[in-house]
């Protein structure tokens, strides 16, 4: 029985078959209790030695199941370490990445640029009073120049922002008549427009302040420079052209020079040469007196950027209405190079 015990413990090879042969071998049905049950049919000393010789037995198989209960116990354990192990030289599965608006990609832009010269970043609210949005930006209740922004009124004193000037307001007013004072204020902007191709209803806009004593036209130039290059390649010159904004004073409109054709002409800047780009002007004494800064001591300039615009010659885009439909197609395209 002990040779056969072992010799089956020996070469059983899982968890599950050793606990049967314990249960047959030192069970009440095995053959060890059947060889037990023959003692009684044994003389004294027969029976003491063979009880001894069946415990040892019995030790003996208990052991050797101990025994390869801890080999197989081991095994099991190294199998399942084997299964379980992670090959970190397998590529990793791809997750999707969202990629980021171009024109967050161009506010964020312009934002590193002007922060690099300098500037701070503030916002302002969308919903605006007529006062800052108008009265202080030098455009009263019934200036004709009122019809250049179709306006989204929520009552009459409330309205949606027709621009980002009106930050200009808050940024001055907050600053108590003391400079200098460097911003932009990038934001969305509402305007009555039908919209088309190249119009829509909200769009966005970067507005820079600039105030200090002994700020000129040459600043302004400068800036606006050094803008269009970073922003379209250091080929890039810019042009002034005189135009009106309440306020500013004087005011200009600013082309660069194109860059499909370096300005030799093509049909892009409709055989100028140049492409409009921005607003700006030397702001108003006006609109520095009402905001409490002493016009006598303090200039300023200020730009107004289209985000919209901007992206579109940068990337090539002909229609404004792609930058809302959210559109996979048109947004996956933009995935940033740095
Ligand atoms: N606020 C002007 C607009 O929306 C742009 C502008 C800003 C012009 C600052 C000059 C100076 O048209």
Redesign the pocket.
């Known amino acids: 029985i002990k040779e056969e015990a072992l010799s089956k413990i020996h070469d059983c090879s899982s968890l599950k078959e050793l606990n049967d042969l314990r249960v047959f071998y030192l069970g009440k049905k095995g053959p060890m209790q059947s060889a037990m049950k023959s003692m009684k049919d044994m003389s004294k000393e027969e029976r003491a030695s063979f009880g001894q010789v069946s415990n040892k037995v019995k030790q003996e198989i208990t052991q050797a199941i101990e025994e390869k209960k801890k080999i197989l116990e081991e095994a099991e354990m190294m199998a399942k370490i084997q299964n379980e192990k992670i090959d970190i030289s397998l590529p990793g599965s791809h997750l999707p990445l969202g990629t980021i608006h171009p024109l967050t990609m161009i506010r964020e832009e312009l934002e590193d640029l002007f922060i690099g010269m300098g500037y701070s970043v503030a916002e302002g609210p969308e919903v605006e009073t007529d006062h800052f949005n108008f009265e202080l930006?030098n455009l009263p209740k019934d200036h004709p120049a009122r019809d250049?922004?179709d306006t989204f009124y929520i009552d009459e004193n409330t309205l949606l922002r027709?621009?980002?000037?009106p930050v200009?307001a808050h940024v001055m007013l907050a600053a108590n008549g003391k400079g200098p004072i460097k911003v932009i204020c990038p934001g969305k902007?509402y305007r009555r427009d039908d919209d088309d191709a190249t119009h829509s209803h909200q769009f966005s806009?970067c507005?820079?302040?600039v105030i200090d004593k002994n700020i000129t036209m040459a600043d302004l130039k400068g800036t606006l420079e050094l803008f269009a290059k970073k922003m379209f390649g250091e080929k890039r010159e810019i042009r002034l052209r005189p135009s009106y904004?309440p306020?500013?004073e004087p005011?200009v409109e600013v082309d660069i020079s194109c860059y499909n054709c370096n300005g030799k002409g093509c049909s892009m800047c409709k055989q100028t040469g140049w492409i409009e780009i921005?607003?700006?002007?030397m702001v108003n004494p006006k609109v520095l007196e009402m905001c409490g800064f002493d016009s006598q001591v303090y200039q300023g300039f200020?730009?107004?950027i289209?985000l919209e615009r901007v992206a579109m010659l940068k990337y090539g885009i002909d229609n404004i209405r792609d930058f809302y439909s959210g559109d996979l197609r048109f947004l996956n395209q933009f995935v940033r190079k740095d």
Do not use: D, I, V
């Open positions: 930006m250049m922004q027709t621009h980002t000037s200009q902007t806009q507005e820079g302040l904004f306020f500013t005011s921005l607003g700006a002007g200020a730009f107004g289209g």
